[in-house]
């Protein structure tokens, strides 16, 4: 193994001084997503980890390596939400004064929840519209201020931290791993995992996941280093980071076997599936890697035990409305149309009768009458049984006299729906 900022033993040491701090998650079987694999499928519960994520692994084990001076300082960093709830954890308990930046697509729940750890120890401050612009801010103030600025995954500390997650995984499985899968944002948890995976059970096959409207490592992968990505959709915001890290990234490429992508509507359909099946609370990025081992996004089935990683249980249930949505939309059981109804009596009830014969349900009717026009505009949303039923409505609108466009997916006018 060539020479790396971070080891194997510096895993081990770590997983030593965080025994007596963190939680020792559960390894829980999955029957529906063993159904659906054709294999034995185990979710590491790091949802239920301090701070409802592995976060606190790496963000506790750099704190508390400083030096007293160091502390003195005080520490500062950028999340989406997590390595800051970790952040204000070490705050917390060592006694160290610390700053938060977060984006402003943070989730208020996790907002509130940094508040409510860090206590008095901790100040929040909101600051850009992406993680990275947050961790530009974080960053700039850490000089300013002569604070440590503490990294949620490109640092040797915080890599090493993290990958105690594995260190666990091989404890609690009774026998030979054929899979893991993991997901990833900046790449600090894959690349934890992936040294102890290969130090101690080198025929396991390893497997990234990334959102695909936010696939910074597999960017980094083919450009040979890491790239800034253009746009990134930041709905997976435990994931969303446009730039991946320096020290993951050989890592990643010369221990990961693959990293796959998963677009963010497939995520929704796992979080409302883990929920109603295994009534677990999932966070978007926690539910990556159950997402793509049950959608098929792995080049190699896996034919053995496999475990996915759930990373992260910090999600607004104020989201729910969005998630359901985005779901619908993917499993193409949603459709929208813009209907032209003729300004006559009866129109209404023809499409009702008509169109939509095979019993498909409205969601969503927003009707405008003008005075004096022949016609009145209509936005329709309409929730199919099953999608291959698609043809046929098309079928009958097409030969209906009423004037009927569909809205295709990604039109700028779902932005107004999301």
């Not at 860090?118 to 947050?134: M, N, T």
């Not at 409302?272 to 890697?289: C, K, R």
């Not at 475990?307 to 998630?323: L, P, Q, T």
Request: glycine share 10%; hydrophobic share 40%.
């Amino acid at each position: 193994m060539p020479d790396r900022a971070v080891t194997p033993d510096d895993v081990a040491a770590t997983a030593v001084r965080l025994r007596s701090v963190v939680r020792r998650t559960a390894l829980e079987g999955s029957y529906r997503l063993s159904a659906a694999a054709r294999c034995e499928v185990w979710l590491k519960r790091e949802d239920a980890q301090l701070c409802r994520s592995y976060k606190v692994r790496g963000a506790y084990a750099l704190i508390a390596s400083l030096s007293e001076e160091e502390r003195s300082r005080g520490v500062i960093c950028a999340s989406a939400g997590n390595h800051g709830q970790g952040l204000a954890f070490a705050c917390a308990q060592l006694g160290i004064p610390g700053r938060v930046f977060v984006p402003t697509n943070t989730p208020r729940q996790k907002r509130d929840r940094i508040r409510a750890i860090g206590g008095d120890r901790v100040e929040l401050v909101v600051a850009g519209g992406s993680y990275d612009a947050a961790s530009a801010a974080a960053q700039d103030a850490a000089r300013d201020a002569g604070s440590l600025y503490v990294h949620p995954f490109d640092d040797a500390r915080t890599i090493a931290g993290q990958g105690t997650v594995a260190v666990e995984i091989l404890e609690q499985h009774p026998g030979p791993l054929d899979t893991v899968v993991v997901p990833i944002g900046g790449g600090g948890l894959v690349a934890g995992m992936a040294l102890w995976l290969r130090e101690r059970s080198p025929g396991t096959r390893i497997v990234g996941v990334e959102p695909a409207g936010a696939a910074s490592m597999r960017a980094a992968l083919d450009a040979g280093r890491p790239v800034t990505l253009d746009a990134v959709d930041g709905f997976v915001d435990g994931a969303a980071v446009a730039r991946a890290g320096e020290l993951p990234l050989p890592i990643v490429r010369d221990l990961v076997d693959e990293v796959v992508t998963v677009e963010e509507g497939a995520v929704c359909t796992e979080m409302l599936e883990l929920y109603q099946t295994e009534g677990i609370i999932a966070e978007p990025a926690g539910a990556l890697a159950s997402a793509a081992l049950r959608t098929g996004r792995l080049s190699r089935p896996p034919t053995g035990p496999t475990v996915c990683v759930v990373s992260g249980g910090n999600n607004d249930v104020s989201r729910y409305g969005e998630i359901v949505e985005r779901s619908l939309l993917h499993e193409q059981l949603r459709h929208y149309f813009l209907v032209t109804f003729p300004q006559e009596p009866g129109a209404l009830r023809h499409f009702l009768d008509g169109v939509l014969a095979g019993g498909e349900d409205i969601v969503l009717f927003e009707y405008v009458k003008k005075n004096n026009r022949e016609t009145g505009p209509a936005l329709v949303g309409i929730d199919l049984e099953r999608a291959e039923d698609l043809p046929a409505l098309l079928a009958r609108m097409d030969a209906s006299p009423i004037e009927t466009e569909r809205v295709p997916p990604g039109s700028p006018l779902f932005s107004f729906l999301l």
